[in-house]
């Protein structure tokens, strides 16, 4: 630890990446983070780098990747260059389950949207028009149905498909 004035407490470190204290020491116990200096008293000195690869590790842990992935990559790290493909790897599989996620969320998201959108024009008709029973008959569904989340709308009623 050249600059000793840059480094950072455990205490600091936790703050400024909004964690605990303990789960530093968790993961540096599970091998995500390399060895820190300490001060003559055992005291743990982080270095600008050592806060730059937390960074990072929650960054992976924000998006997802499991405690093993976020192992195998620091081991991978810790051998250095050679490892520099392997590293690449693991996070293009990591971005690719990334990706498939927000594109899940991004699919819900629309049903939630339509949802409300449904609502919101439901609200608006006059409230004969949308007894439960005119409702169901209107949109050929249950009510089960018209509740559930993942059932989107993209009709509303109106007032001549109540009339039969």
């Known amino acids: 630890m050249s ?28 091998g995500l ?19 730059d690869w937390l960074r990072f590790v929650m960054r992976l842990k924000a998006t997802g990747m499991p405690i093993a992935g976020m192992q195998a990559f620091a081991a991978l790290r810790a051998q250095g ?23 899940e969320l991004q699919s819900n998201l629309g049903a939630i949207v339509d949802k409300i959108a449904y609502y919101e024009a439901a609200g608006r008709a006059p409230a004969a028009e949308h007894s439960p029973r005119q ?21 509303t009623a109106t007032p001549e498909a109540g009339k039969n």
């Open 81 to 103: 260059q050679p490892t520099m493909g392997a590293r690449r790897d693991l996070l293009v599989a990591h971005r690719d389950a990334v990706l498939a996620r927000i594109a």
């Open 33 to 51: 983070i390399r060895e820190v200096g300490r001060t003559q008293a055992g005291h743990r000195l982080y270095s600008p780098a050592d806060l």
């Open 3 to 30: 600059n000793i004035s840059k480094a950072l407490t455990i205490g600091q470190v936790a703050e400024t990446i909004g964690v605990s204290t303990h789960t530093l020491r968790y993961y540096e116990q599970a």
């Open 135 to 155: 409702t169901d008959e209107t949109h050929a569904h249950s009510h089960s149905e018209e509740d559930s989340p993942w059932t989107t709308h993209t009709t």
